[in-house]
T-cell receptor, first 112, second 109 residues
Framework: KAGVTQTPRYLIKTRGQQVTLSCSPI?????VSWYQQTPGQGLQFLFE???????NKGNFPGRFSGRQFSNSRSEMNVSTLELGDSALYLC???????????FGPGTRLLVL | SQQGEEDPQALSIQEGENATMNCSYK?????LQWYRQNSGRGLVHLIL?????REKHSGRLRVTLDTSKKSSSLLITASRAADTASYFC?????????FGAGTRLTVKP
């Protein structure tokens, strides 16, 4: 089976812009979770989607949003980018809710 | 916020030695998982131990779980240079998954 794919792999944006990241889970996986990884804060849980519904959300401002489509693909959006949003954004999929997570390679976002 | 805390933050050993990393957490859990991350890439799942299990093995990996102390340890035996990576514990409390800050392991050839 193909692994989790994330696009784009690298992205440079400027403050105030918005960005959309995409994640395609492993075929058959219905749960997609998003994480932000920074040197200072480590791996922070953003949100989890299961069957097109957001099941849980981490402690992030409303500028961070996401959605999941009927084919389980997911997108996350960050509006009004800030310098502190520079991070590696990781997507993970699993068969059911939570459980063993299979991670994609990540999207490295740099905000200038 | 993070749930688990790994200890030590960094560990440097020689090839062939054993490496032990510890993880402590705060709330009750459904299971605890360990992941490895090579230099800024995605995480790779290593092993999952359920809350009613005390020890689990997978190849050169041995994981223990003590729910009374809310702690877990990961032992890598006969380490190799390829084991150089960051190791994270993650707790699943049926609500969400929380990762610790990680232990950076360096195995010198």
């Amino acid at each position: 089976k193909a692994g989790v794919t994330q696009t784009p792999r690298y992205l440079i944006k400027t403050r105030g812009q918005q960005v959309t990241l995409s994640c395609s889970p492993i075929s058959g996986h219905r749960s997609v979770s998003w994480y932000q990884q920074t040197p200072g804060q480590g791996l922070q849980f953003l949100f989890e989607y299961f069957s097109e519904t957001q099941r849980n959300k981490g402690n992030f401002p409303g500028r961070f949003s996401g959605r999941q489509f009927s084919n389980s693909r997911s997108e996350m959006n960050v509006s009004t980018l800030e310098l502190g949003d520079s991070a590696l954004y990781l997507c993970a999929s699993s068969l059911g809710r939570l459980g063993t997570q299979y991670f994609g390679p990540g999207t490295r976002l740099l905000v200038l | 916020s993070q749930q688990g805390e790994e200890d030590p933050q960094a560990l440097s050993i020689q090839e062939g030695e054993n490496a032990t990393m510890n993880c402590s957490y705060k709330t009750s859990i459904n299971n605890l998982q360990w992941y490895r991350q090579n230099s800024g890439r995605g995480l790779v799942h290593l092993i999952l131990i359920r809350s009613n299990e005390r020890e689990k093995h997978s190849g050169r990996l041995r994981v223990t779980l003590d729910t009374s102390k809310k702690s877990s340890s990961l032992l890598i035996t006969a380490s190799r240079a390829a084991d150089t990576a960051s190791y994270f514990c993650a707790t699943d409390n049926n609500n969400d998954m929380r990762f610790g800050a990680g232990t950076r392991l360096t195995v010198k050839p």
